[in-house]
Nanobody, 122 residues
Framework: VQLQASGGGLVQAGGSLRLSCAAS????????MGWFRQAPGKEREFVAAINRSGGKAYADHVRGRFTISRDNAKGTVYLQMNSLKPEDTAVYYC?????????????????WGQGTQVTVSS
């Protein structure tokens, strides 16, 4: 499956953005999908994931502010980001895993999108 992320941009603290990740291929509905992010000089870290049945997992630092969802008919996964903070500034990547789970482990994902920049100003 090939992944194309979009929706990043520049937003003020407290604002919102919605990221989208469009997947090609017929196996999307069987894949677990995740969002990760990487800030300059830092490791890529888990943000949120959703399994093939719609079960979700979130990192502690985004729980209650971010919501992951998927539309299998459109082959798209979304990340709604509210109450954004300057520390949310990063390149955001979507990824797919073949297990169908909401795993938080980066190494479980074998397909990655190209990333979309999110910048939150204070």
């Amino acid at each position: 499956v090939q992944l194309q992320a979009s929706g990043g941009g520049l937003v003020q603290a407290g604002g919102s953005l919605r990221l989208s990740c469009a997947a090609s291929g017929r196996t999307f509905s069987n894949r677990g999908m995740g969002w990760f992010r990487q800030a300059p000089g830092k490791e890529r870290e888990f943000v949120a994931a959703i399994n093939r049945s719609g079960g979700k997992a979130y990192a502690d630092h985004v729980r209650g502010r971010f919501t992951i969802s998927r539309d299998n008919a459109k082959g798209t996964v979304y990340l709604q980001m509210n109450s954004l903070k300057p520390e949310d500034t990063a390149v955001y990547y979507c990824a797919a895993n073949p297990f169908g789970t909401a795993t938080i482990e980066r190494n479980d994902y074998n397909n990655w999108g190209q990333g979309t920049q999110v910048t939150v100003s204070s």
